[in-house]
Every structure is written in C-alpha cells, then in structure tokens.
C-alpha cells in the first residue's frame, strides 16, 4: 500500500511567484492534515480536511495560502505571491477515522520550498 | 499556546548502550503521545504511541508516560548506529485532533 505522497520534493521560486503542493493521502483515509517547518522552528499545523471540509484552519498564517481537497481525496496547498518566510518544509498527513490506529497519523516525506 | 519542549542535542551514545530521550508538554488535556523518528530529508516515521501512564515496550523502544508531571520520554536499548536521527516528541487533544510537535532531539549513535 503506498504511503503519503507529496509532489514535488523541492520547490525554488521567487518571492511574489505562486506555488502550488499537492498531497496524496493514503488511500480510504479522511483525514489529511497540513503542517510546516521552518528553519530552526518546530513542525507546525497549518489545517485540517476531514473528507473534503476544512475541519480546523486555525494553523493558516494568512490569506496567501490557500488549501483545498475537491472531491475528498488529493488536496492541494496554494501560496500566492510566496514571500520570504514561507520558506520551509511542507509536511502532508493522514489518518483514518475509527477502527484501530484512528489517530495515529502518517506523514509524507515533504516538499522543501524555498522562496528566493 | 501549548508546547512541547525537547532538548535539541545532539545527544552521543556509544553502540550497544541505552539511548534516553525526554520531553515535557504543558496542555494538560493532552491525550495521546507520539515519538517519530526523522532521517535527513525524509518522512516523519511513527515509532510509539501511548496514551495512559506507565510504561509501553516495542522491541528495542520503551516509552514512559507521566501526566502528573507532562513528561514523556523514549528509551532505546541496545543502541544501533541506524538509530541515528531527530526523535520528534508530539502530542495531541484526541481523536483527529492535530499534533503539537517539539522540535526534536538529535541522536548520534557512535559506532
């Protein structure tokens, strides 16, 4: 079964250009989750999709991002204009509803986006 | 604004010997408790849960929970160089909540 996958592993682009990251969660799974990691700081949660509905936004830093999951599986996450401190690693998860292991979320290995 | 705190490292310990890993977290309600193990450049690897006070053992990997204290902490015995990474500590609310991560402890097992 395959894994959490992010497209692409590396992102360079200017600062005022627009970026676009996807995630593939696992399949069957309805949680898939956003979180980021600047340098030097710990992963942070950025939002929350349960199926296709934005469950928790609060981790959103502003209206620059923009994230979406249509049709409840693959979700994107939009920056535009990137700017300089969205620099950073940009972490996918998901994780299944009920059952066993239903909190235990799976994580993709990651897009690296440096804004130049 | 709730936190988990880990001491960065890097933490040496010889081949063969007892890694110990330690993290405090300062949301009481936290409910479940996780250790993910990082390699440079790849994915977040989940290696324990717990969620109740006490002990939970997993092969070479031993997790120690205690609410009263917000502590939680990670043994590896019989260290192998292949456990050289970045230890996360995280936590979280509950079911489906999100994860509050510490930024991590790195281990250098020394050959």
């Known amino acids: 079964e395959a894994g959490v996958t992010q497209f692409p592993s590396h992102s360079v682009i200017e600062k005022g250009q627009t970026v676009t990251l996807r995630c593939d969660p696992i399949s069957g799974h309805d949680n898939l989750y956003w979180y980021r990691r600047v340098m030097g700081k710990e992963i942070k949660f950025l939002l929350h999709?349960?199926?296709?509905?934005?469950?928790?936004e609060s981790g959103m830093p502003n209206n620059r991002f923009l994230a979406e999951r249509t049709g409840g599986t693959y979700s994107t996450l939009k920056v535009q204009p990137a700017e300089l401190e969205d620099s950073g690693v940009y972490f996918c998860?998901?994780?299944?509803?009920?059952?066993?292991?239903?909190?235990?979320?799976?994580f993709g290995a990651g897009t690296r986006l440096s804004v130049l | 604004q709730k936190e988990v705190e880990q001491n960065s490292g890097p933490l040496s310990v010889p081949e063969g010997a007892i890694a110990s890993l330690n993290c405090t977290y300062s949301?009481?309600?936290?409910?479940?408790f996780f250790w993910y193990r990082q390699y440079s450049g790849k994915s977040p690897e989940l290696i324990m849960s717990?969620?109740?006070?006490g002990d939970k053992e997993d092969g070479r990997f031993t997790a120690q929970l205690n609410k009263a204290s917000q502590y939680v902490s990670l043994l590896i015995r019989d260290s192998q160089p292949s456990d050289s990474a970045t230890y996360l500590c995280?936590?979280?609310?509950?079911?489906?909540?999100?994860?509050?991560f510490g930024k991590g402890t790195r281990l250098h097992i020394l050959p």
């Open positions: 998860a998901s994780s299944s509803s009920g059952g066993l292991g239903w909190n235990i979320q799976y």
């Open positions: 995280a936590v979280n609310g509950g079911q489906d909540d999100k994860i509050i």
């Open positions: 999709f349960v199926k296709e509905s934005k469950q928790d």
């Open positions: 949301d009481r309600v936290s409910q479940s």
């Open positions: 717990i969620y109740s006070n």
